[in-house]
């Protein structure tokens, strides 16, 4: 079962089943959306597949897990606002999950949804959103 740690822990002793298992699901997912939106596959350039075991090897997290901070009310201070720029950095914006607290995976997509707000903005476009 793929959603569940041990699995994962015990494939990444097989890099190359691990690896495999990765590939696999990749092209699975992008055979999905290259049917929902016909020329996805072309505008591939990077890939990777994240799994618990990405997690740990990273973060350190217990267990794969997605979560980042446990917050408290200093680290709440102290974190609240994470910049998207970059001194020095033209037409670079950060996104992710990491900078909104508490870091989950849900958070990630609110924050690319905010960096979209942001070039739209600076482009003078509106911002719009679909259902899928």
Not at 69 to 88: A, D, Q, S, Y
Not at 98 to 110: C, I, T, Y
């Amino acid at each position: 079962m793929v959603d569940d740690f041990n699995y994962w822990e015990k494939l990444h002793l097989d890099q190359a089943a691990y690896n495999a298992e990765k590939e696999r699901i990749l092209a699975c997912i992008s055979a999905e959306l290259e049917k929902k939106y016909p020329g996805f596959l072309a505008g591939i350039e990077v890939n990777d597949v994240v799994t618990p075991m990405t997690y740990v090897r990273y973060t350190g997290n217990y267990k794969g897990t997605y979560m980042t901070w446990i917050m408290t009310p200093e680290l709440l201070k102290r974190f609240r606002v994470v910049k998207k720029t970059l001194p020095g950095l033209d037409n670079f914006l950060l996104s992710g999950m990491w900078l909104m607290p508490p870091g989950v995976v849900p958070s990630g997509v609110k924050c690319s949804r905010d960096v979209l707000q942001l070039i739209c903005s600076k482009d003078r476009q509106k911002f719009r959103t679909t259902e899928f």
